[in-house]
């Protein structure tokens, strides 16, 4: 049963949104790559599905290749790929889906999903088609953070877990093993500090590169957190436990060390942690198994390596994930090609393209965990991370992340005491809770 469709609601909120999309930094082709489509829908006998993503350039390349074989297995169903430029994604969907312009299939930021949820524009996995102790079975348990209601409203392909980037070059100019990446939160400190180097009080090569607004605050709040023995959120989801346990704090004050008292990293240096890494101004990065593609293209000469991030009582890494699902409006026998045509993007063989592709992992275990990648050099170390990765519930993905920021600079630009900036960040993020379960 689906909550009314109300247009100015969504409207209201997406337009709000940032598509900060978990502040991953991917990068976008920059290209609207729209393939013109005027929103036209069955024609004849024929279906015509409209699929809606971001336009980052291998998925879009790897969709048209997978909507041409889709086709011919499929006669009678057409797939129109649409896409928007990353920054502008949430605010396009806002704009053309009340003149009547949305998709029948879309892929979303998991994080986004209780919001499209809860503005009734998604409808939840036929349960035919997707049976719960089938997705739970196959899948890595990562995906139930978007199972709300009793229900799985998405699906994904692919899933990203954070490594520890490392220049292999930097560390022997360090004298540092470059087959020995540290593996323990004293010893990540203690190579931070080697690998960097400072001139009259000025930081020339940052150790640990750290942008809370990229990968850091999901390094904090689904790595470092877990590692130090705490957890963010209580298990139904509604209370803020962060502070409930001396780990929360540890978590947050290691996680600050790094620009702080070990004074190896600087917020915005060189622009980003990305761009500091590429161009070798950084010599360790926490960053995405989608990261890697990247690398390749724009640093094909980068001698890097990656290893699981370091640990402190257990191991845990963050997970996320793009994710489709079909909206409300979609019935009848344009539902059965929707259903069909997300059968395939979850195939086996999908998934390794997926792989080959983008670089983002397979979403099924018995897939990931082929020794094909797990013995591979650069995706075997964030297959290894998969089966104690964490995906955050998140009830609003661009303000959590922002809170986190806040407290950041909190400590950074305002001098405030470390505690206290904690403290506020887990009371405005139990706000945040608190108003999204108040009507549910």
């Given amino acids: 049963m689906f909550r009314k469709w109300h247009y100015a609601l969504l409207s209201a909120f997406l337009l709000g949104m940032l598509a900060a999309c978990s502040g991953s930094g991917e990068e976008s082709s920059g290209e609207e790559g729209s393939d013109g489509s005027d929103g036209s829908r069955d024609s004849g006998d024929e279906i015509t599905l409209e699929y809606w993503q971001y336009a980052f350039d291998s998925k879009v390349d790897l969709m048209d ?22 920054d502008q994604y949430n605010e396009q969907v806002a704009a053309q889906v009340p003149a009547g312009r949305g998709p029948d299939v879309i892929n979303l930021f998991y994080g986004w999903v209780p919001t499209y949820v809860d503005a009734g524009y998604l409808q939840p996995l036929p349960q035919d088609a997707f049976p719960h102790d089938e997705i739970e079975d196959e899948f890595f348990p990562l995906v139930e953070a978007t199972k709300m209601d009793d229900e799985y409203w998405t699906i994904p392909t692919a899933v990203r877990t954070l490594a520890l980037f490392y220049n292999k070059d930097l560390y022997e100019e360090a004298g540092l093993d470059p087959n020995s990446p540290p593996e323990t939160w004293g010893e990540l ?26 990968q850091g605050h999901h390094w904090l709040r689904d790595g470092l957190t877990h590692q130090a023995g705490g957890q963010v959120l209580s298990e139904d989801r509604r209370d803020v436990v962060w502070a409930d346990d001396p780990a929360g ?9 790094f620009p702080t008292e070990l004074g190896t990293s600087e917020q915005g240096f060189y622009t980003d942690d990305v761009t500091a890494f590429v161009t070798e101004k950084a010599a360790m990065n926490i960053d995405g198994s989608f990261r890697v593609g990247t690398l390749q293209n724009d640093a094909p000469d980068l001698n890097y390596a990656i290893a699981p991030l370091p640990a402190k009582d257990e191991q845990s890494t963050n997970a996320s994930f793009w994710t489709n699902g079909i909206t409300a409006g979609v019935e009848g026998e344009k539902l059965d090609a929707s259903i069909k045509f997300l059968e395939f993007l979850t195939s086996e063989d999908v998934m390794e393209r997926w792989l080959d592709a983008t670089g983002e992992l397979p979403a099924k275990e018995a897939v990931a965990m082929q020794d094909k990648y797990v013995e591979d050099e650069i995706y075997g170390p964030f297959i290894e991370s998969l089966p104690y990765a964490n995906a955050h519930f998140f009830v609003d993905e661009t303000r959590e992340r922002d809170i986190v920021i806040d407290a950041a600079n909190r400590v950074l630009l305002e001098g405030a005491d470390t505690e206290e900036a904690f403290n506020e960040m887990v009371e405005k993020t139990q706000e945040l809770y608190d108003e999204y379960w108040s009507d549910k």
């Fill in 189 to 214: 400190e203690e190579y931070a500090v080697e690998l960097t180097k400072s001139e009259n009080g000025r930081l020339e090569q940052s150790g640990l590169a750290w942008e809370p607004a990229q």
């Fill in 249 to 257: 704090l540890e978590a947050f004050e290691y996680w600050l060390s």
């Fill in 65 to 86: 290749e997978l909507i041409e074989e889709f086709e011919a297995d499929n006669p009678g169903i057409n797939v129109e790929q649409t896409n928007f430029p990353y």
